[in-house]
């Protein structure tokens, strides 16, 4: 993949992914948006590739729904506080805004689960009242963690064989 399209390629991953473009006119609109875009960055410079992707990687590892709707929430995020530090005057980032602001207004459990990864993560794991409710809960969370996807599968079709509706 070149530099060039980059960009458009995961704001296109991003709202194709969750149905946001009925028809492929509004997606060739902000394609020349986004090629504007490209161009007030100079994102054709010869840096853009080094390092390899930021985002493209991210995606390929997330392969669950679920799971990409958290990753693509921050990305849609990250692409937002992006663009709020732009000449908001170009109707082309306006343009761009809007979408992504629709898409992460579509995106409200992926929001909601990737702030509680973030609340997660800034636990004090030293702090004596954190340690004494994470043994409280140990034993729950490691049943949840050994209930395979096969197990759960199962329970699905009991459950739906018992039904007669």
């Known amino acids: 993949m070149t530099c060039q399209t980059y960009c458009l390629f995961i704001l296109s991953v ?8 009925g028809n ?3 997606l060739a609109h902000l394609q020349n948006d986004i090629d504007q875009l490209k161009a007030d960055f100079n994102a ?3 840096d853009v590739a080094d390092d390899g992707p930021i985002f493209t990687k991210k995606l390929m590892d997330w392969t ?7 990753i693509l929430s921050q990305i849609v995020s990250m692409y937002l506080e992006m663009l709020d530090k732009t000449d908001k005057s170009k109707a082309h980032i306006r343009h761009i805004s809007e ?4 898409l992460r207004n579509s995106l ?4 909601k689960k990737l702030e509680d990864l973030k609340n997660l993560a800034k636990l004090q794991m030293t702090d004596l009242k954190i340690q004494r409710k994470a043994a409280h809960e140990l034993f729950s969370v490691l049943q949840k963690l050994v209930e395979t996807p096969t197990s759960l599968k199962r329970k699905r079709s009991q459950s ?5 509706c």
């Open 24 to 26: 492929s006119s509004i």
């Open 14 to 21: 991003i709202m194709i992914y969750f149905g946001h473009f």
């Open 64 to 70: 669950e729904r679920n799971e990409k709707r958290i």
């Open 160 to 164: 739906q064989s018992r039904c007669k």
């Open 44 to 46: 054709s410079h010869s």
């Open 108 to 111: 409200p459990d992926g929001l």
């Open 99 to 102: 979408e992504l602001y629709t």
